[in-house]
């Protein structure tokens, strides 16, 4: 299929591998739309090969990965870079306080409206820049 025969998936539909342009190696593992439109993969190899073994801690999170693009809790792009930093409380401890957030880092393509996982981890705070964010999510 043509990247301009594409066509953008409804959050929460599945969406078959077959029509998503796979810029990695490997099959699709997650596949699923931002709340700004992008349309955000993570192949089996990055997933194996790089989160996995480097981030052994997010092996049981998979789901929490896909929940965290999917509903971030903020969004932050650097000026002039096409990294994106996806942040949300993982729900793990009793107290908001004590709690982790997942970061999941995306490397998006703006005329696309799509993007790939490039890592993924577990962090105690986050520092959000005023000037860096593209999506807070409202409460």
């Known amino acids: ?16 591998p077959e029509s998503v342009p796979n810029k990695g190696n490997g099959a699709t593992l997650i596949c699923t739309v ?3 439109g ?3 993969t993570l192949d089996v190899h990055r997933w194996e090969d790089h ?4 981030h052994p801690e ?16 903020l969004i932050q792009v650097a000026e002039g870079s096409t990294t994106a930093y996806y942040y949300r409380l993982t729900g793990m401890a009793e107290k908001k ?10 490397d998006r393509n703006e005329e696309m409206k799509t993007g790939v996982v490039k890592t993924a981890h577990l962090l105690k705070t986050i520092k959000p820049d005023e000037s860096r964010i593209v999506w807070l999510k409202q409460s």
């Open 34 to 36: 931002d709340p700004q």
């Open 97 to 106: 306080t004590s709690d982790l957030y997942i970061l999941v880092v995306v």
């Open 38 to 40: 992008f349309i955000i």
């Open 1 to 16: 299929m043509a990247d301009t025969e594409y066509e953008h998936p409804t959050p929460g539909r599945p969406v078959s």
């Open 51 to 54: 989160i996995a073994k480097r």
């Open 58 to 73: 997010m092996s049981k999170h998979l789901e929490r990965i896909k929940s965290t693009i999917e509903d971030p809790q």
